[in-house]
C-alpha cells in the first residue's frame, strides 16, 4: 500500500472516529433518549439542531468519499482490518474529550489491536 492509498485510508478512519465522537457528544448534550409516538418528532428535532451531530453526520459522508477512493486502491482484505484503528482513536478521543474511563484492560485491547494492524500492513507489502 503507497503512502497516498494509505492517506485516503487513515482519512476515512479518523474522520468516521470524529462523526462517533461528535455524535455522542449531541446525545450527551440531549440527555438519553427514549423514543414514543408521542416524542418522536420532537426528538428528532432536538438532535437535528444539536451542532455537534450536524458536524458528525458531515464527518461521515465525508468519511465515506474518501473510504470509497481508498477501497479503489487496496483490496478489501487489508481495508476493512484497519477499521479497527477506529477503536483506539474513538477510545482515545473519548477518555479526552468526553471523560470516560480509560482501563488497564481497555489499553490492553488497545495495544493487542496495534500489534494486529502492524501485522495486516505488513502482511500487504
Not at 71 to 89: F, H, N
Request: with cysteine; hydrophobic share 60%; glycine share 10%.
Amino acid at each position: 500500500m503507497n503512502l497516498s492509498t494509505f492517506g485516503f485510508i487513515l482519512s476515512g478512519i479518523c474522520l468516521n472516529a470524529a462523526a462517533q465522537l461528535l455524535l455522542k457528544a449531541g446525545t450527551n448534550a440531549v440527555g438519553a433518549i427514549h423514543l414514543s409516538m408521542a416524542n418522536w418528532f420532537a426528538t428528532g428535532i432536538k438532535l437535528i439542531t444539536q451542532l455537534p451531530i450536524l458536524a458528525g453526520l458531515t464527518c461521515y459522508v465525508v468519511s465515506v468519499v474518501v473510504w470509497i477512493i481508498g477501497l479503489s486502491r487496496v483490496d478489501v482484505t487489508i481495508a476493512y482490518p484497519l477499521l479497527s484503528l477506529g477503536y483506539i482513536l474513538n477510545a482515545i478521543g473519548a477518555w479526552y474529550f468526553l471523560g470516560e474511563a480509560m482501563s488497564y484492560q481497555r489499553m490492553l485491547a488497545i495495544a493487542i489491536i496495534i500489534v494486529g494492524v502492524a501485522l495486516l500492513i505488513r502482511s500487504g507489502n
